[in-house]
């Protein structure tokens, strides 16, 4: 189960980091990724990263303003935001694929199976 944490309203120029924490399983064996849905708009990916984190992938969108990291000790992953704007605002949502065998990622809403509730972010003056 994911669950996602961190969300909230921000000024534009702001910063905020998203937390993704899984209950009943390792988080070392998956790949991770953050999508978002704004209101009337399709979900869209933000960024993911591979199992040993040492791959990550952005959208353009959001390239190099955000940054995504894991803590497997932790089991967590995080989405740190930065230089946020008011398209920004989207309600955030993680997703986890179960990797045993490769450390591959895909920045795609295809590629993951599971998904948490998300959490509401808001850029806004």
């Known amino acids: 189960q994911l669950v996602e944490s961190g969300g909230g309203l921000v000024q534009p120029g702001g910063s905020l980091r998203l937390s993704c924490a899984q209950s009943?399983?390792?988080?070392?064996?998956?790949?991770m990724g953050w999508f978002r849905q704004a209101p009337g708009k399709e979900r869209e990916a933000v960024a993911c990263i591979n199992k040993s984190g040492v791959l990550t992938l952005y959208a353009d969108s959001v390239q190099g303003r955000f940054t995504i990291s894991r803590n497997n000790a932790e089991n967590t992953v995080y989405l740190q935001m930065s230089s946020l704007k008011p398209e920004d605002t989207a309600v955030y949502y993680c997703?986890?694929?179960?990797?045993?065998?490769?450390?591959?990622?895909?920045?795609?809403?295809?590629?993951?199976?599971?998904w948490g509730q998300g959490t509401q972010v808001t850029v806004s003056s």
């Open positions: 009943g399983d390792t988080l070392r064996h998956y790949a």
């Open positions: 997703a986890a694929e179960f990797t045993p065998t490769s450390d591959y990622v895909l920045l795609a809403e295809r590629y993951f199976n599971s």
